[in-house]
């Protein structure tokens, strides 16, 4: 593994990086250009770099470039100028897919032997820290016992309930949907992160399981004229930073 030290190209590198992010805004309006499939990739493949927690993976991607799709999507996402974008990609929060990944971690073990440690940890510890059991009974029995346990030493206290586990999946899928995003600007491609959709009628358009949570509806394309509705307003930085 590669270890940034301090030096006159990682500050090139970071001052690269301010600008792809500080240059990254919400574009509203596409040109008809299409994403060729080899970009997309690229950009997925970027995604799924994001961490996760226990590396669980809990995200999938839904990719819609079928014109007949894209334009029912576009009275699904209530008439956004943004969803008549070439390609719309749902990124969907998966808290029902835990089990299966715990498999996939030793199943793709990058080395030839998968570590004891590794081992346990994946077939024992994490099955139960993410197990909720049905109706989430099981959740209720760990809150009992991590609320005694936890009289006497500092302990994990979640994900403990079928609520915990969804707010668990959407915020590592969060983290892979911005490098999506930030991954499509690099190669030139505006996008607008969508939340104003019908759930519902989503669900009839595309193959979404039940259990998937869709966080938002990506627009992707070529920047058009009068894309950018309004200049960048963030609040002053002391309003959200503490310093100790």
């Not at 493949?45 to 669980?56: D, M, Y």
Request: charged share 20%; aromatic share 8%; hydrophobic share 45%.
């Amino acid at each position: 593994m590669t270890t940034l030290m301090p030096c006159v190209n990682n500050v090139e590198v970071a001052t690269a990086f301010r600008t792809l992010v500080e240059a990254r805004r919400a574009i509203r309006r596409f040109t008809a250009e299409t994403v060729p499939d080899e970009v997309i990739q690229a950009c997925l493949e970027t995604a799924v770099l994001a961490p996760s927690s226990c590396n669980l993976q809990p995200w999938s991607f839904q990719v819609v470039r079928d014109p007949d799709l894209l334009q029912q999507l576009h009275g699904v996402c209530l008439g956004q100028s943004a969803a008549k974008a070439p390609l719309i990609i749902a990124v969907l929060a998966r808290p029902d897919t835990w089990k299966a990944a715990c498999a996939d971690v030793l199943k793709f073990w990058p080395e030839p032997l998968v570590p004891q440690s590794i081992e346990n940890f994946y077939r024992s510890i994490a099955p139960f820290q993410y197990n909720q059991g049905a109706l989430g009974w099981l959740g209720l029995f760990k809150r009992l016992l991590i609320s005694w346990t936890g009289i006497r030493r500092p302990v994990m206290r979640g994900p403990n309930s079928l609520e915990q586990m969804r707010l668990w999946a959407v915020k590592s899928t969060a983290l892979a949907a911005q490098n999506l995003m930030l991954a499509f600007h690099s190669h030139g491609y505006g996008t607008c992160p969508m939340e104003g959709f019908d759930e519902n009628r989503l669900r009839r358009i595309l193959p979404i399981p039940k259990q998937a949570i869709p966080i938002m509806l990506l627009a992707v394309g070529v920047q058009s004229e009068r894309a950018i509705y309004n200049p960048r307003l963030r609040f002053p930085l002391e309003q959200c930073v503490s310093w100790h």
